[in-house]
Nanobody, 114 residues
Framework: QVQLVESGGGLVQPGGSLRLSCAAS???????MDWYRQAPGKERELVAT???????NYADSVKGRFTISRDNTKNTVYLRMNSLKLEDTAVYYC?????????WGQGTQVTVSS
């Protein structure tokens, strides 16, 4: 079993930047890690994925603005968010699957507002 703890959310103006972190309680080097987000009244959506060999994939809505990365020595995954827009406001969640088990963090709120 692994626990995921997100941090780094907050209030930022449009055009600003934030870096989210997801710290895992166990080794993550063998696993794909995902960032999801859920805006008020909307379904949770996949934002970015990084595989064990650090291949990445992004939702079209964040391509060119967000960067997912990982530091396996710290068992931590990051989401660097640049050029933030109002529509990026959401709770951001870290997720991984290990075997048959899926693990989620508790989420961190990102609010983009002027």
């Amino acid at each position: 079993q692994v626990q995921l703890v997100e941090s780094g959310g907050g209030l930022v103006q449009p055009g600003g930047s934030l870096r989210l972190s997801c710290a895992a309680s166990g080794k993550i080097s063998l696993y794909t890690m995902d960032w999801y987000r859920q805006a008020p009244g909307k379904e949770r959506e996949l934002v970015a994925t990084i595989t064990s060999d650090s291949s990445t994939n992004y939702a079209d809505s964040v391509k060119g603005r967000f960067t997912i990365s990982r530091d396996n020595t710290k068992n931590t995954v990051y989401l660097r968010m640049n050029s933030l827009k109002l529509e990026d406001t959401a709770v951001y969640y870290c997720r991984t699957s290990m075997g048959w088990n899926i693990y989620w963090g508790q989420g961190t709120q990102v609010t983009v507002s002027s």
